[in-house]
């Protein structure tokens, strides 16, 4: 007869023994409050580019009477930014390669501070512009190393959480600037303006200084052999001391450091400053590689291609053509888009890694389809009606606030989330400076042609062919992009070279693929084939 020290001593308690903690799941980490203000600083960074666009919507107003510019030369000041901020995303990531992650944050808003102070101060279009050159600059840097920064001190159970943090804060400058439209709307044209633009020098100076007090990305640190400092650094941003070893032995595997190697500083012969980087992503991609660009590429591309930067920068000139005459109302009720825009992130940032980027993005992008198809309508009923039509003026400024909501709950925050995680280590910050540059040519494209396409095909005419672009970015999404929630940076390779993603099937087959080859992935060989 067995009794219960028998039992104990053979390691199996009796039924009736066990308490109820036994039986309950375990528990989810607490979130690390070091990463979490590490994320808020470094994604402060991003209210550069919303207050921006937020405060240029009403300043291009005042701008175009006090200055007597034509419509197209309002195009090309609002579009311009996009444009040149494609020489700082371009410089970012071998910036960042060379200086940090850290100083590289504290190099965007020097820069913007300086155009923010030309903007203010510009006495005519051409200074005006030379303003606005600087300030895009500055603008790129911020948009390519926010989400970069975030990802690398992200724990993997609360990264989607952290690194949608840089699209809160787009959206939350924003929100400033449509405010900062409004209070300065009330000075005289010629002061007002300027006002509106050179106070966004402010919190440029302050988010640099603020960014000082920030470690440096513990991935940066291995990438240049500084193992004491980068074990430092993740044992404050991890959830675990585990998880930490884990991450450290990931990450020198990946940085070409043999694990053995745990002196504090070590000689890292492997490139670590982006050389070569640019071959591996175009010429001679593997085929993991090559469907992390084309994932990167397209998420970015058809972030702005759906229309969401007219709407912000344009959307006084919307409620206009939607019957609303007041410059005061037009001005308060792109309050009302800003206030919008906000809180929906605020409710994505807690959805991405409960619900998952995938079936998000999905659902949000299936909202725009509807709210800038009906916004269409609306407009096309009111462009073609003899009488003001109450009804059609609610529903456009109701289908407006609908299109920003579904952005912001799923397209604006995935796309840096997605973009900045899925990158090798070896690639990730060229490979995110190559996809801010094409969100940000897109972007210039949209916004320095909106006036023209609204007039060419009336104003209806273009958010019915924004929809379209939109229908056809949820086939791509769905047939491209895999999910990676819960995925640490070093796994993100794995779900990539193949498209058998969907279901369970799906995720046993990169679970095994990721077993292979003594842990390692192996998804393509010398011919590029798949591996067995």
């Given at each position: ?5 028998e039992?104990?001593?053979s ?15 375990a ?11 590490c994320?808020?600083?470094?994604s402060m ?6 207050y ?15 200055l ?33 992650r ?64 840089p699209e809160?804060?787009?959206?939350a ?13 009330k ?39 500084r193992?004491?400092?980068?074990k ?6 991890s ?10 032995s990931?990450?020198?595997e ?5 694990l ?5 500083v ?21 085929p ?27 959307s006084?000139?919307?409620?206009e ?23 929906f992130i ?31 309508v609306?407009l ?26 579904m ?7 995935i796309?840096?989330?997605?973009s900045?995680?899925?990158?090798p ?19 210039g ?36 992009l ?9 796994e ?12 369970s ?15 390692q ?12």
């Open positions: 007869m067995t009794g219960p020290h039992d104990a001593v390691g199996h308690l009796p039924a009736s023994d066990k308490v109820l903690a036994d039986f309950e799941p528990k989810k980490p607490k979130r690390n409050k070091f990463a979490f203000a994320a808020i600083l470094a960074t991003s209210t550069l580019l919303g921006d666009i937020g405060v240029m919507s009403g300043a291009a107003i005042y701008i175009q009477k006090d007597k510019i034509s419509d197209v030369q309002v195009e090309i000041l609002i579009g311009t930014l996009s444009l040149y901020s494609l020489i700082g995303s371009a410089a970012a990531g071998r910036t960042s390669d060379w200086l940090g850290r100083y590289t944050i504290v190099l965007a808003g020097s820069i913007f501070f300086v155009g923010a102070l030309l903007m203010g101060f510009a006495t005519n279009y051409a200074f005006l512009m030379v303003g606005r050159f600087v300030a895009g600059i500055g603008v790129g840097y911020a948009l390519m190393i926010a989400p970069v920064y975030t990802a690398e001190v992200s724990p993997a159970s609360t990264r989607g959480f952290l690194t949608s943090f809160v804060f787009i959206n400058g924003g929100l400033v600037g449509y405010i900062s439209n409004y209070a300065f709307s000075l005289p044209t010629h002061l007002g303006w300027r006002m509106m633009l050179g106070v966004g020098a402010i919190p440029s100076v302050a988010l640099a200084i603020g960014v000082l007090a920030m470690p440096e990305s513990p991935r940066w640190l291995v990438m240049q052999g193992l004491g400092e980068a430092r650094v993740l044992n404050q941003t959830d675990s001391k585990e998880e930490a070893q884990i991450k450290l990931d990450i020198k990946a940085a070409g450091i043999p053995d190697y745990d002196d504090d070590v000689q890292v012969t492997k490139r670590c400053h982006g050389e070569g980087v640019w071959k591996e992503l175009f010429i001679y991609p593997t993991p590689v090559r469907h992390v660009l084309v994932a990167a590429v397209g998420i970015h591309f058809f972030q702005q291609a759906s229309g969401i930067e007219s709407v912000g920068l344009y006084p000139r919307i409620f053509k939607a019957g609303i005459t007041s410059r005061g109302h037009q001005l308060l009720a792109t309050i009302a888009v800003g206030f919008v825009k906000t809180t605020l409710v994505a940032t807690f959805l991405l890694d409960r619900v998952g980027r995938r079936p998000l993005l999905l659902s949000s992008v299936a909202g725009m389809i509807i709210s800038l198809g009906t916004l269409g609306g096309t009923v009111i462009e073609h009606s003899e009488k003001k039509l109450t009804w059609a003026v609610v529903l456009c400024i109701l289908m407006v606030l609908s299109n920003v909501a952005f912001s709950i799923g397209m604006g925050p796309t840096w989330v997605y900045s995680e899925i990158f280590l070896r690639l990730r910050a060229q490979g995110a400076s190559m996809g801010v540059a094409v969100n940000r040519v897109t972007s494209v949209i916004s320095m042609t909106f006036i023209s396409l609204y007039k060419s095909i009336t104003i209806g005419g273009a958010f019915f062919l924004y929809a379209g672009i939109a229908t056809v970015s949820w086939i791509f999404f769905y047939k491209f895999p999910e990676t929630q819960g995925k640490t940076l070093e993100m390779e794995g779900l990539f070279g193949k498209f058998n993603w969907k279901g099937k799906g995720k046993k087959e990169n679970e095994e693929v990721e077993g292979n080859v003594d842990g992935v192996q998804l393509g060989n010398a011919n590029g084939q798949s591996s067995a």
